[in-house]
């Protein structure tokens, strides 16, 4: 079994202010982890994934998330954040072949 | 040009119809989805199809049933709409069923039930 738990289900941020998105995760197996981006009226689009190797994955629009086993977290982050990055983020995390479980998503409004 | 596109975009329907969505995806792709995201926004997947094989069914009512006619195109469709059938449904795809693989998404189709 697998699960995703994202901690904050809402983070308002100021313009240029760093942000952090948490993401727990549980799995039983071997674990691939993502984070998905959701803007309004939008699919989804893959912002960032970790397979294996170095646990800092860096991602599109600036945005890393950090890979820590011992504490089975995956939390995104970016240091400086802009109006456009308000939108919907899903954690998701892939053990089983072809099956994802997304978190219930973190609503980041970025307030100028 | 679009990579997963699904039609329509929007559909008001009257409790009781049977409804129908279309998905095809472009990308080459052996696996595609549907999820259902509600109101809240969680996102819950309902089917998987892989090579035109079912390989994921979650406990959604059998008023549900997919349809594959091959591995580019997936559709849902819906019979006896219910309220609580609205919400928005997205089409998706991945290269196959390795779990490593990026899902991409369709625009979705909002759908809302009267």
């Known amino acids: 079994a697998q699960s995703v738990t994202q901690l904050d289900s809402q983070v308002p941020v100021f313009e240029e202010a760093p942000v952090e998105l948490r993401c727990n995760y549980s799995s039983s197996v071997s674990v691939y982890l993502f984070w998905y981006v959701q803007y309004p009226n939008q699919g989804l689009q893959l912002l960032l994934k970790?397979?294996?190797?170095?646990?800092l994955v860096k991602g599109i629009n600036g945005f890393e998330a950090e890979f820590n086993k011992s504490q089975t977290s995956f939390h995104l982050r970016k240091p400086s954040v802009h109006i456009s990055d308000t939108a919907e983020y899903f954690c998701?995390?892939?053990?089983?072949?072809?099956?994802?479980?997304f978190g219930d998503g973190t609503t980041l409004t970025v307030k100028p | 040009d679009t990579a997963v596109s699904q039609t329509p975009k929007y559909l008001v329907t009257q409790m009781g119809n049977d409804k129908s969505i279309k998905c095809e995806q472009n990308?080459?792709?052996?696996?595609m989805y549907w999820y259902k995201q509600d109101s809240k926004k969680f996102l819950k997947i309902m089917f998987s199809?892989?090579?035109?094989?079912?390989?994921i069914n979650e406990t959604v009512p059998n008023r549900f049933s997919p349809k594959s006619p091959d591995k580019a195109h997936l559709n849902l469709h819906i019979n006896s709409l219910e309220l609580g059938d609205s919400a928005v449904y997205f089409c998706?795809?991945?290269?196959?069923?390795?779990?490593?693989?990026?899902?991409?998404f369709g625009e979705g189709s909002w759908l809302t039930v009267v």
């Open positions: 970790y397979l294996s190797g170095s646990t």
């Open positions: 998701a995390v892939n053990g089983n072949a072809g099956k994802s479980t």
């Open positions: 990308l080459g792709h052996d696996t």
């Open positions: 998706a795809s991945s290269r196959d069923r390795d779990s490593g693989n990026t899902i991409y």
């Open positions: 199809y892989n090579n035109k094989e079912l390989i």
